[in-house]
């Protein structure tokens, strides 16, 4: 461990802290943006585990400014580069059994032995990518992706808020030591990101892998933390003293310090043992939570391993056997037009229902029109498809020589197939739009859905199917409908399923939501690319509705004061400006809010002068079920007041709010001795806040 002892009070600590932040913040510069460092890399190193040590101990004390909370010496726009100390090097594929036996023939032959039963790891391969991270005195010093294998991104920040991760290892442990490992998304969560995405105006990523990559290389580390990243720990790089002398004694060892380490890594032996394991992974896949593309056998001795060494950027050791793709062919009946909430058009490929991979495919998406010429795909054509990162199906390739003669060359729709509406593609766009906006049942229905959602109004009750059901008996055609039902009370008691009680519940909902703050009511529009953060900063900005009504309204003049206006509030910027502009453009968008807003009370946002509240600056965690505030107004309230709302509760938690049968996060709140308010207590504690 370090040989300085630790702080002894909070204050010390505190200035040994600030302390060493303006040190490292000076060596950082003198490293990476002078490249003239005034200290070797092991003094370097000394003074960043002399700042972890003290944060582990005091972590209330951690500074915004520390360099565990930063990407080190980052140049703007980018990320520091760090050396691994050991190269993280590719691995070798092998398609089927045949190569997989080539590949422990070579390793024997290397040896000079005959018997190629070597005794092997099979680890499953996820697709996501990979990490080293670097223990100095048994502390998570720092962390960089692979990059070209020699040096990666420092994303030591980052890596601290991946789950599966010590920041700490237990004794005993060598004194510095590289801990690889993959990081991944599971699928379910990959999914639940995804449409957290769009919602917030933001591109859906196309596969897990992309959407771990892009979460865990993001220069704010608080965006990493929101994201689901896992991790599990594979392989060793540099260590000052051995760990283990097999493989699976390294992995033992992981477990101990308390790595994930995926729970099917098993021990084999041989070729026969590992074409079974191959198998049974193969017809396991489709079932795991994450995606696997094949899986990984290790020799298990580490001796042997050593001799065996590298060939090129590969281990004779290890071998990557990967599955073959999952495809299948059939035949593309007709490409359907999907609208999306923002009037995106859509082709959906209709297929003659296919079994790939364990899974039936009926559908696969066609992404745009672009993609349908540049692979040439005509309905009636026969095609392949893939299951691409096992989530969505996707079309690979036509197979020409079966193209029959009545074959279709798809003809993009020049009008909406659901209102009528010009379809438009504007120059540098690749996606055709309706241009009927809130007229457009199809983007009426899922902008309907969205103001009903959890997070825009919140309104219980309302969810997608129960939308769905009121837009076909129509009841539901504009979104200030929603705010009409309240007189149709006697319609909705008789419907099918429900009656007086469900409906009087759905009445009562709604009518919670009469009074709304305004930047939910912008939120709610559902206009594209205005998500949570932009609506907040767009009620921050204007404050009122009607304010923000009339500048919205001379915004669309481009060149106008209010449209510079609109471009420059922080963060907003030219492209979210133009989608405002345009939404604002159409008489019957603005003609559809209007209705909406006169069926609503539309509070004024109140601006940050909350720096005295008693909620200023403090960390929130709301639990349990609330009732009288909705979750999005109880944490909008506490961000008015200068609070940030988390959901899990950690040392750095300062209050705790609890509802109905809060669970374990109360629990949790308890044990770390932090303070606990009840619901009522918290709207006290509001309403005296000056703010
Ligand atoms: S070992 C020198 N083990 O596959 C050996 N790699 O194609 C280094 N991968 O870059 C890698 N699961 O990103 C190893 N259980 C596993 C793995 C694994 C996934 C990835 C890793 C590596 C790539 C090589």
Redesign the pocket.
């Known amino acids: 461990m370090n040989t300085r002892s630790l702080p002894q009070t909070e204050a010390a600590a505190a200035a040994e802290l600030a302390r060493l932040a303006a040190l490292l913040q000076r060596h950082d510069r003198a490293y990476h943006e002078q490249d003239a460092p005034e200290v070797t890399d092991a003094e370097y190193d000394a003074i960043r585990a002399e700042n972890n040590a003290i944060e582990a101990a005091f972590p209330s004390l951690i500074r915004p400014d520390s360099p565990s909370m930063r990407v080190g010496g980052a140049p703007a726009g980018g990320f520091a580069q760090l050396r691994h100390r050991m190269p ?4 070798d ?1 092998a398609f089927d059994a045949e190569e997989f036996i080539e590949f422990a023939e070579r390793a024997a032959r290397f040896l000079g032995r005959k018997d190629v039963d070597f005794a092997m790891v099979a ?8 990490v080293s991270l670097t223990y100095h005195d048994g502390q998570l010093l720092h962390a960089a992706t ?1 990059g070209d294998g020699t040096t990666g991104e420092d994303v030591t920040a980052n890596i601290r808020t991946v789950a599966g991760i010590p920041h700490m290892l237990t004794k005993p442990f060598p004194a510095r030591i590289e801990v ?1 490992g ?1 990081v991944f998304i599971a699928k379910a969560d990959f999914l639940t990101l995804n449409v957290a995405q769009e919602e917030a105006g933001q591109r859906p990523f196309a596969n897990p892998r992309n959407a771990a990559a892009g979460s865990l290389r993001q220069l704010d580390f608080r965006i990493t933390r929101s994201r689901p990243l896992r991790m ?1 720990a ?2 060793m790089g540099e260590a000052s003293a051995p760990v283990a002398s097999t493989h699976w004694g390294y992995l033992g060892q992981l477990k101990a310090w308390k790595f994930s380490v ?1 729970p099917l890594s098993t021990q084999l032996q041989g070729p026969a043992e590992a074409d079974a394991f191959q198998e049974r992974m193969g017809l396991e896949r489709s079932g795991l939570g994450y995606d696997i593309d094949g899986v ?1 056998y ?1 020799i298990d001795d580490l001796g042997l391993q050593s001799r065996l060494g590298f060939v090129g950027r ?2 004779r050791w ?1 071998i ?1 056997w990967k599955f073959p793709a999952q495809q299948a062919t059939t035949v593309l009946e007709d490409i359907l037009i999907q609208v999306g909430r923002t009037g995106a058009l859509t082709p959906v490929a209709v297929l003659t229902a296919v079994g790939v991979g364990g899974v039936l495919v009926t559908r696969a998406t066609l992404h745009n029109e672009d993609e349908i010429t540049r692979k040439d795909i005509r309905i009636g054509d026969t095609v392949v498809v893939q299951r691409a990162g096992d989530v969505i199906p996707q079309i690979v390739s036509v197979k020409v020589e079966l193209r029959p003669d009545n074959a279709r060359v798809f003809v993009p729709p020049e009008r909406c197939p659901v209102c009528g509406s010009h379809a438009v593609r504007l120059p540098g766009e690749v996606v055709r739009r309706c241009t009927g906006g809130l007229i457009c049942p199809a983007q009426t229905e899922e902008r309907l859905i969205h103001l009903a959602s959890r997070g825009a109004f919140d309104i219980e009750g309302l969810g997608e199917k129960t939308v769905r059901e009121l837009v076909t008996d129509g009841l539901l055609k504009t979104l200030a409908d929603i705010f009409r039902l309240p007189d149709k009370e006697m319609a909705l008691a008789v419907r099918e399923h429900w009656g007086p009680i469900s409906a009087r519940n759905l009445v009562h909902a709604i009518e919670q939501r009469r009074d709304i703050p305004f930047e939910r009511f912008i939120l709610g529009l559902g206009i594209r690319r205005i998500g949570e953060v932009n609506a907040k900063l767009l009620a921050r900005h204007y404050t009122s509705f009607a304010n923000w009504r009339s500048q919205m309204l001379a915004a669309v003049a481009i060149g106008s004061d209010a449209r510079s206006d609109l471009g420059a509030i922080l963060r907003i910027g030219p492209t979210i400006a133009n989608e405002l502009a345009e939404f604002f453009a159409e008489p019957r968008n603005v003609a559809s809010m209007d209705a909406l807003a006169a069926e609503l009370r539309i509070a004024d946002a109140v601006v940050d002068t909350a720096v005295n509240s008693a909620l200023s600056g403090k960390t929130v965690v709301f639990t349990g079920s609330l009732e009288t505030l909705a979750r999005p107004e109880a944490k909008a309230l506490a961000e008015r007041l200068g609070a940030k709302v988390t959901d899990a509760v950690t040392r750095k938690t300062d209050l705790v709010v609890i509802g109905a049968d809060p669970g374990s996060k109360a629990r949790k709140a308890a044990e770390l001795g932090i303070r606990v308010i009840t619901e009522a207590e918290f709207r006290a504690l509001a309403a005296t806040s000056p703010a």
Do not use: H, Q
């Open positions: 993280m090097l590719s691995l594929n680890e499953p391969k996820i697709d996501g990518l990979s692979r690889r993959e599990f594979y392989a995926n990984v290790k590969a281990p290890a990557a």
